[in-house]
C-alpha cells in the first residue's frame, strides 16, 4: 500500500487513542480531514489487518474496532501499536511471495532458479506470477536485512535461512535473551525493531514447544503511543541525516484543527489543506521522554526549524546538500542548543532553585533525582534542610515541568519572573481545592 496511507492510519490511531473512541464517524473524518466514505474503507482494513494477527478473537469483540484493538489491557501496546509495522512492512502480494521463500529455503538452500519454480506452482491464481528479476531482488533485499545468507560455493548461488544464533542456543538460553529483548524494547528509543525481534524470539520458543508463562515474565503498560507511531518517519530522517539531504513532507502544527489531509491526485478535486508545505534539511532528532515524543530540528529559510515528527506526512528525501555546508549547521544548531534543557534555542538564563530535603529520609530521594535528572546543573550550597541547585538553560518553558513535580519540595529563587509565574500557578492549584 502507498505510503500516504501509512501517514493515514497513524493519525488514525493516534486519534483512536486520545479519543477513546469517543468520535463519531463525521467528527473523526472532518478531524483527519478525509470523506466518511474514505474513513470507512480505513476502518475496514484495519479490522482485517487486527483479525488476521489475532484470529482467536471473540466474536463479540469483532464489532468495534476500539474494542478489537483493546481487547486484553497488558496487551495494548502490542497490537494497538506493532500491527500497523507488520501489516506496512511489505506489501500484500510481496507478504504472501517472501513467506512462501523463506518456507522454501528453510529446509534446505535453493537457487534463486529453484525458488522461482516454487513460488509459480505454489502462488494462488489470483496473484500475478513473479519472473526471475523479482525473485532475485527479494532475495537481496532479504539478504541485506540479514535474513538469509548466500552460502559460499560457484554458482549459481544458493542461499538459506540465517538462524545459526537462535539454533545454535539452548531454550533457557534464549529466553534469557528474549527477556534482555522484552525489557530493552519496552523501556530503550527506538523500539519497534525490538519488538519485532521480540516476537520472532517467542513464535522460535513456541514452536519449540517452550511454556508460555515462560515467555512472558514482565507485563507493561506504555502510554505514550507517539512514541512508537512516529518511528515510521524516524529510520527515514536518520537516513537524509546520514547522506546529507533534505526531506520534504506535509506539516500539521500541534495547534493545527486537522491532523493530516489526503493526497490530492486530480487536480479537478483539489482542496485547501490545513497543512503546510515544508522543505528542509534535517539536522537532529531529540527523543523528550516526559512526553514521548520526537522532535526534528532542521535547517530552513527562516533558520533553525523544530518539527513535532507526530504532525510530519508524505515524507520524501529530495536534492542532496554539500556535506561542509551540513556540518556548518549542524556546528550552529549544537552551539544554539548548548544550553537546551530540550530544544529551546532561546536566551540563556541562570535558573537557582531551593530543594528541601525530606524529613528522616535517609537516603535523601529529593537529591538523588537532582543530580539524576539535573543535567549540567551543579548544587552549589547546602544545609541539613535544603540544598540550592543552579544551572544555566534556554529560556524556562522547558525546565518548568521538571521543577514542578517536585511540588512543595522546590523553591525558585532566581530568575524572578519564574518565581512569579510558579506562584501564580500554585495559587490557582490552590483555588480548584478551596472549601465548598
Not at 406 to 412: D, V
Request: proline share 4%; hydrophobic share 35%.
Amino acid at each position: 500500500m502507498a505510503k500516504e496511507s501509512f501517514d493515514k492510519e497513524i493519525q488514525f490511531l493516534r486519534m483512536l487513542v486520545l479519543t477513546s473512541g469517543a468520535f463519531s464517524r463525521q467528527q473523526f473524518a472532518e478531524r483527519l480531514g478525509i470523506s466518511v466514505h474514505t474513513f470507512d474503507k480505513t476502518i475496514r482494513r484495519l479490522k482485517e489487518v487486527v483479525s488476521s494477527l489475532h484470529q482467536v478473537l471473540p466474536q463479540e469483540q469483532s464489532k468495534e474496532l476500539s474494542e478489537t484493538i483493546r481487547y486484553s489491557y497488558y496487551d495494548t501496546t502490542d497490537p494497538l501499536l506493532l500491527f500497523l509495522f507488520r501489516a506496512k512492512s511489505v506489501k500484500e502480494s510481496e507478504s504472501q511471495r517472501i513467506s512462501m521463500l523463506l518456507g522454501a529455503m528453510n529446509e534446505q538452500a535453493l537457487t534463486a532458479m529453484e525458488l522461482l519454480d516454487v513460488c509459480c506452482s505454489s502462488l494462488s491464481s489470483d496473484l500475478p506470477l513473479p519472473d526471475e528479476k523479482t525473485i532475485r531482488s527479494d532475495l537481496k533485499y532479504l539478504e541485506e536485512v540479514g535474513v538469509v545468507k548466500k552460502e559460499p560455493g560457484p554458482r549459481p548461488y544458493r542461499y538459506r535461512i540465517q538462524d545459526d544464533l537462535v539454533r545454535s542456543l539452548s531454550n533457557e538460553e534464549l529466553i534469557d535473551l528474549y527477556d534482555f529483548v522484552d525489557v530493552m524494547a519496552n523501556t530503550q528509543v527506538p523500539s519497534v525493531q525490538g519488538y519485532l525481534l521480540r516476537d520472532g524470539l517467542k513464535k522460535h520458543l513456541l514452536r519449540n514447544q517452550v511454556e508460555l508463562h515462560a515467555v512472558e515474565p514482565f507485563l507493561y503498560k506504555y502510554h505514550y503511543y507517539s512514541r512508537i507511531l512516529d518511528e515510521a518517519h524516524l529510520f527515514t530522517l536518520l537516513h537524509a541525516i546520514r547522506h546529507h539531504r533534505k526531506v520534504r513532507f506535509l506539516y500539521f502544527s500541534p495547534k493545527s484543527e486537522k491532523s493530516y489531509a489526503a493526497k490530492n491526485t486530480n487536480p479537478l478535486f483539489e482542496r485547501n489543506t490545513e497543512g503546510k508545505a515544508e522543505k528542509t534539511l534535517p539536522l537532529k532528532i531529540v527523543y523528550d521522554h516526559q512526553y514521548g515524543r520526537w522532535y526534528l530540528l532542521s535547517y530552513g529559510r527562516e533558520g533553525i526549524r523544530k518539527y513535532r515528527i507526530e504532525g510530519i506526512t508524505q515524507i520524501e528525501e529530495d536534492e542532496s546538500v554539500d556535506e561542509a555546508c551540513c556540518e556548518e549547521k549542524k556546528s550552529e544548531l549544537a552551539a544554539k542548543m548548548q544550553y537546551s534543557w530540550l530544544i529551546d534555542t532561546g536566551r540563556p538564563v541562570k535558573v537557582r532553585a531551593r530543594f528541601y530535603s525530606p524529613e528522616g529520609a535517609e537516603p535523601n530521594f529529593v537529591k538523588e533525582r537532582v543530580l539524576l535528572q539535573g543535567q549540567w546543573g551543579q548544587i552549589v550550597s547546602k544545609d541539613d534542610h535544603s540544598f540550592i541547585h543552579e544551572i544555566t538553560v534556554n529560556g524556562t518553558t522547558e525546565i518548568k515541568p521538571w521543577l514542578r513535580s517536585f511540588g512543595s519540595s522546590c523553591e525558585i529563587l532566581e530568575p524572578m519572573h519564574l518565581r512569579r509565574e510558579m506562584i501564580a500557578e500554585w495559587k490557582e492549584i490552590q483555588a480548584y481545592y478551596a472549601s465548598v
